[in-house]
């Protein structure tokens, strides 16, 4: 296999049909780390063939296999990701930007997925049984796969966003083509290799690396996919899903986010609980440069407690290390590419235009032995006197870019935390539990933190209210993404209806 046989179609690996490649970047220095496969149209297409004849009956028969033969398989395959950890945290380093320890939690976390969902498929019973009001009448719900699945990925997370799909999609017994992000394709590459070497069939698991347009437009439009499943940006992300559902597909959207990080004066009453809520709020906005749909952009804070909040954390935030994901120290990595370090710098200055004041960052830092002149670095930056009309405030940057709100009335917190369009997840600091809660209750996202941020469980669902999506990943609905229901109903002593005379 050459570098560029990156694309996988009915368990052999090859390049694309008209030989075209693509360049990935190692964004700490912009130097070519991988050629891979640029796929097109005519591969998503061999693709989908693949994945309908294995669905539809081809060798291994997926769809038929027990589910403990499914179950066994994901768990070898989470055994196999944890043998490669250093390997592909490498990976998922150099190709995002991460930092390498970044990189060894996504792995792991990848691996509870598979575990969890081999686990979810096991302890479930055979259906629903349903009183039908007879003991004539044996009536159950049963659930079958949705058949073939395209799963496209953004760059982010790009072995984790995969891994939300897979394993569910793998347990439910379907087939699937996955597109990951052209600019981060590489681990999701390893991710297939894994599925082959742990023993699944041929066809089950195909992978076009190549660019939303055209592999993903013609994922979303294909007949013959049952089930389009997207995470990745709100316009991409809609105008995909409009393009699967004029084909009456099922579809999953997991999008953007604006998530606020909402935090009352009486959490910070004591030094060491302003310590935390000070450290969670960098680790809310700056973890993987800012670049984490869930990522807590707004800071929404007490305004008694501001200023010297502020103050601490623009004091933090200078200190953080930036240099390159794999070297040692480092604690933040550079952004994705050029074009999200120009976006990061445009949505900076619009908003000291808007009015905004710069409490620290807002520039490109100084390169450095970890830093080379070349790489997409961008300094965490702290946005203080932010208000709901900056394009900020209202537009995910999907960077280090914090900004910061503040409020006096507790009222006055859940307006401001639930004025986005988006409603992914967010935060509530409050040393006070009754009032934690009470604003949890009141705050209309998919995911709701107190006193913590960032923590994601398998078997908690994940998405959003609002634009951030439609359906949920991980958790019992994560699995029913990828599962019809079908009613049977089984009369045991038939008899006429006569419900025509004649
Ligand atoms: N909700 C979540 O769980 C979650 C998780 C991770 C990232 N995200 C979101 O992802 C975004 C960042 O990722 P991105 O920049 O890669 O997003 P993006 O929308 O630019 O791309 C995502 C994927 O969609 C593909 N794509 C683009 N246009 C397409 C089209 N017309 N048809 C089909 N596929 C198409 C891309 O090639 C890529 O694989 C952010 O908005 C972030 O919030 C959401
Ligand atoms: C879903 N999550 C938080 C792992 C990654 C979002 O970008």
Known sequence: MSASETIHVDGVWRAAATGATREILDPADAKTLEVVAEGGAEDADAAVEAARRAFDGGAGQWPRTPVAERAALLRRVADLLQRDREEIALIESRDTGKTLEEGRVDVDDVTNAFRYFADLVMNESGGRVVDAGSPDVHSVVVHEPVGVCAMITPWNYPLLQASWKVAPALAAGNTFVIKPSEVTPLSTVHLIKLLVEAGLPAGVANIVTGAGVP??????????????????????????????????????????????????????????????????????????????????????????????????????????KLGRGTAEGVECGPLVSQQQLEKVEAYVASALQEGAQLRCGGRRPEPSDVRPATGYFYSPTVLDGCHRDMKVIREETFGPILTVETFTTEDEAVALANDTEYGLAGAVWSADTARARRVAARLRHGTIWINDYHPYLPQAEWGGFGKSGIGRELGPAGLDEYRESKHVYENLRPEPVRWFAG
């Open 215 to 320: 592999v993903g437009q013609r994922l979303a439009e294909h007949p013959d996919v049952d089930l389009f499943s997207f995470t990745g940006g709100l316009v991409s992300g809609t105008k995909a899903g409009a393009a699967a559902v004029a084909g009456a597909k099922k579809i999953a959207l997991e999008l953007g986010g604006k998530n606020p990080n909402v935090v009352f004066a009486d959490s910070c009453a004591t030094d060491e609980g302003f310590d935390t809520a000070v450290d969670q709020a960098l680790n809310a906005a700056f973890a993987h440069s800012g670049q984490v749909c869930s990522a807590g952009a707004r800071l929404i804070i007490e305004e008694s407690v501001r200023d010297r909040f502020v103050a601490e954390l623009a004091r933090r935030a200078e200190k953080i």
